[in-house]
């Protein structure tokens, strides 16, 4: 599956075109629908960030996903999140996604909002990789080992 082509701006006021716009190799994006979903994007962070160290090809991004809304709408939830971000490197990795998010869940296959969804992509917006809701152990685990088996055929 193919990551969309969507377009977003980060909290450093930067308008992004995904899949392109991502930095790494492999971009692990969370995807959160809901502003109460926050909390199931912060139980992966730590996580995230000890993957990060230890595969530097690695990126992650938060993407809230939102109703498209008019430009004064828009500007106003991306300053109140920005206000509530004061890290550098988060704001940058936080991409705020307006856009039709009945379309969007159909071109991941998210059928419903109840969750986050988190994606592992290649460099070329390809999905290895998926999962739903709250961070655990097996999830991470089974994260953990597709990167491990990518980076051995990058080796190989």
């Given at each position: 599956?193919?990551?969309?082509?969507v377009?977003?701006t980060?909290?450093d006021?930067?308008?992004l075109?995904?899949?392109?716009?991502?930095?790494?190799?492999?971009?692990?994006?969370?995807?959160a629908?809901?502003?109460?979903?926050?909390?199931q994007?912060?139980s992966w962070?730590?996580f995230?960030?000890?993957?990060?160290?230890?595969?530097p090809?690695?990126?992650?991004y938060e993407?809230?996903t939102l109703?498209n809304?008019?430009?004064?709408?828009?500007?106003?939830?991306?300053e109140g999140?920005r206000a509530g971000i004061?890290?550098p490197?988060a704001?940058e990795r936080t991409i705020?996604?307006?856009l039709?998010?009945?379309?969007?869940?159909?071109?991941?296959r998210?059928?419903?909002e109840?969750e986050?969804?988190?994606l592992?992509?290649?460099r070329?917006?390809?999905v290895q990789w998926r999962?739903e809701?709250?961070?655990?152990?097996?999830?991470?685990d089974?994260?953990r080992s597709?990167l491990?088996?990518g980076?051995?055929?990058?080796?190989?």
């Amino acid at each position: 599956m193919q990551f969309p082509t969507v377009t977003g701006t980060n909290l450093d006021r930067q308008k992004l075109n995904l899949p392109e716009g991502f930095q790494g190799d492999w971009n692990l994006v969370f995807i959160a629908f809901q502003q109460w979903q926050q909390s199931q994007v912060d139980s992966w962070i730590p996580f995230a960030k000890d993957l990060e160290a230890t595969y530097p090809e690695l990126r992650y991004y938060e993407l809230p996903t939102l109703q498209n809304r008019n430009r004064l709408a828009r500007t106003f939830i991306n300053e109140g999140m920005r206000a509530g971000i004061p890290d550098p490197v988060a704001r940058e990795r936080t991409i705020t996604l307006y856009l039709d998010k009945k379309l969007f869940r159909q071109a991941i296959r998210v059928p419903r909002e109840d969750e986050i969804c988190v994606l592992l992509l290649d460099r070329d917006g390809h999905v290895q990789w998926r999962a739903e809701g709250v961070f655990s152990q097996e999830r991470g685990d089974s994260l953990r080992s597709v990167l491990e088996a990518g980076q051995h055929n990058e080796a190989d």
